[in-house]
C-alpha cells in the first residue's frame, strides 16, 4: 500500500516541493518542529504595494503573513508534537548610507531602533495568538558570527561572478530586474552598478543567514520567508557544503516585498 504523504493547507504559502514536505513530515514523527522566520523591516506600504518611502516600529506586514502560517501549521500537527518558533528581522540595510538618508534622514541607530521594536511587536502578537514563539531578534543580534558570514560570502560570490559565466549571468540579470525595487529603496534613480552590488550583498545575506541560523537553532529546522530570487542561496554550497538543504516553506508572490 502507498504511504500517505503528509498535506498541508497553509494560507499565503506557495506549492511546498515534495522534499520539504517530507522533511517536514519527518521532523513531525520525531516529536520536535523547529520554526525559524526571516522577515523584513516594517517598510510602508501603499494600495498593497511596498512603497519603501518610510519604515516603522509595528508588526511588518511580512512578519504578519508568518505569523499566520505558523498558526495554521500548528493546528495541522498532533498536540504530542514540540513546536519552536522564533523570528529573525532582517536590521542590515543599516550601513547603506542612500537607503538610510530616505527612510531615517540619515540615521542608523534610528533605523535600528524602529527594528528592534517591530520585533518586540511582533513577539507580543506571537503571543497573543499563542503561538510557542521563544524569541524574536534582529540578524546582527541574534547571529554573533553575522558580519564575518556575510563578509566571507560577499567575497566569495563576487569572485564568482568574475570567473562563472552563469553566476555572472544570474548577477546581471538580476541587477537589471530590480533596478525599480533599488531605486525605491533609494528615494532616487539608481544605477545599474549599484544594483550589482546589492544583488550580490542580498546573495551574501541569504546565505550568511543559513548558516547563522545552523549556528544557532541547530541543523533540524524550517525555514519560512517571503518568495524572492534570493531565496535559493540559503542553501547554497559556499557553506552548506554537503549537509542537508534547510526546508523552506515559501510565501506566495503575492505577499512578496515589491
Known sequence: MKRKELQLQLPN???????????IERKIKSGTLILVSAVCPDYERADRRFTYKNVGWGVPYIAGQHLEVVKALISQIPNSVKVTYHVTLADTEFDLPLVMDHLVGGDPNEF???????????LERALEINLPVKSSSRFTEVFPQWFQLYELALLQFKQEAKVSSS??????????KRVPLYAAMAGHEVGV?????????QWAQYAAWGEAAR??????FVMIN???????RVNDQIFRKDRERIPILQLSTTTTPE
Open 215 to 220: 549556528g544557532v537553532f541547530g541543523q533540524d
Open 13 to 23: 504559502v506557495a506549492e511546498i516541493p515534495a522534499w520539504v514536505l517530507r522533511s
Open 167 to 176: 553566476t555572472g549571468y544570474d548577477l546581471e540579470s538580476g541587477a537589471q
Open 226 to 232: 517571503h518568495s524572492t530570487p534570493n531565496l535559493g
Open 193 to 201: 552598478e549599484y544594483c550589482r552590488e546589492m544583488v550580490l550583498r
Open 112 to 122: 535600528l531602533q524602529r527594528c528592534q521594536l517591530s520585533c518586540e511587536k511582533i
